[in-house]
């Protein structure tokens, strides 16, 4: 397993999901971590990144106080909590490890990626 996201799936407008991203040991320890999504059409944007130790988060502005990121570096597993879902959510949900242990909304930063989740919100 380098990085294997999971818990995306169907729901509606104002459910809940929460996403998890199974990781190697080597990809996760020191790092930080991130997600990212990309709806149909559309460039792969930012969503959310928490540095090595989960001390700290950064958010995109339209997920900010709905989705929230956390770590377990016990169990090298990044999670995303996605809380009154939007239909402008729907997107495919990457998993991310970024080369520094601090992580930033640029893409260059990140030294690997996960499949990707779909997650679909109907209205």
């Known amino acids: 397993v380098q990085l294997q996201a999971s818990g995306g799936g169907l729901v509606q407008a104002g459910d809940s999901l929460r996403l998890s991203c199974a990781a190697s040991r080597r990809l996760f320890s020191n790092n930080a971590m991130g997600w990212f999504r990309q709806a149909p059409g559309k460039e792969r944007e930012f969503v959310a990144t928490i540095n090595w130790n989960g001390s700290s988060k950064t958010y995109e502005d339209s997920v900010k106080g709905r989705f929230t990121i956390s770590r377990d570096n016990a169990k090298s597993t990044l999670y995303l909590q996605m809380n009154s879902l939007k239909p402008e959510d729907t997107a495919v949900y990457y998993c991310?490890?970024?080369?520094?242990?601090?992580?930033?909304?640029?893409?260059?930063?990140?030294?690997?990626w996960g499949q990707g989740t779909q997650v679909t919100v109907s209205s």
């Open positions: 991310a490890s970024y080369r520094r242990a601090w992580g930033s909304r640029d893409k260059s930063e990140i030294t690997y």
